[in-house]
């Protein structure tokens, strides 16, 4: 049983960062590609940020490209998601995930999601 668990959300004022981490447990760590997504109120579940399973290549929403900055550290069975200069249209549930598909940018291409972690921007 593969186990996500996100933390570091909380409410920052515009411009501001935060950073959110995903710690993993259960299963192979270096066997999934992961994702970062995040569903505002009313809104389906979107696509953030990826990361692959070898060599860490990335792959970002284009609202988030050149703001925020996924990395992994295996050694430590973490994904993090780095986020600068922050909008209110930021604000979401933010929710990371484990796929076995190389480049999932799909909410059915996960099989396996933490619970979420709420970042708010106050403007």
């Known amino acids: 049983q593969v186990q996500l668990v996100e933390s570091g959300g909380s409410v920052v004022q515009e411009g501001g960062s935060l950073r959110l981490s995903c710690i993993v447990s259960?299963?192979?760590?270096?066997?999934?590609?992961m994702g970062w997504f995040r569903q505002a109120p009313g809104k389906e579940r979107e696509f953030v940020a990826l990361?692959?399973?070898?060599?860490?290549?990335?792959d970002y929403a284009d609202s988030v490209k050149g703001r925020f900055t996924i990395s992994r550290d295996n050694s430590a069975n973490t994904v993090f998601l780095q986020m600068n200069n922050l909008r209110p249209e930021d604000t979401a549930v933010y929710y990371c995930?484990?796929?076995?598909?190389?480049?999932?940018?799909?909410?059915?291409?996960?099989?396996?999601w933490g619970q979420g972690t709420q970042v708010t921007v106050s403007s």
């Open positions: 990361i692959m399973r070898r060599f860490g290549s990335t």
């Open positions: 259960g299963s192979a760590f270096s066997m999934y590609h």
């Open positions: 995930g484990a796929s076995s598909y190389s480049g999932a940018k799909e909410v059915g291409q996960y099989a396996y």
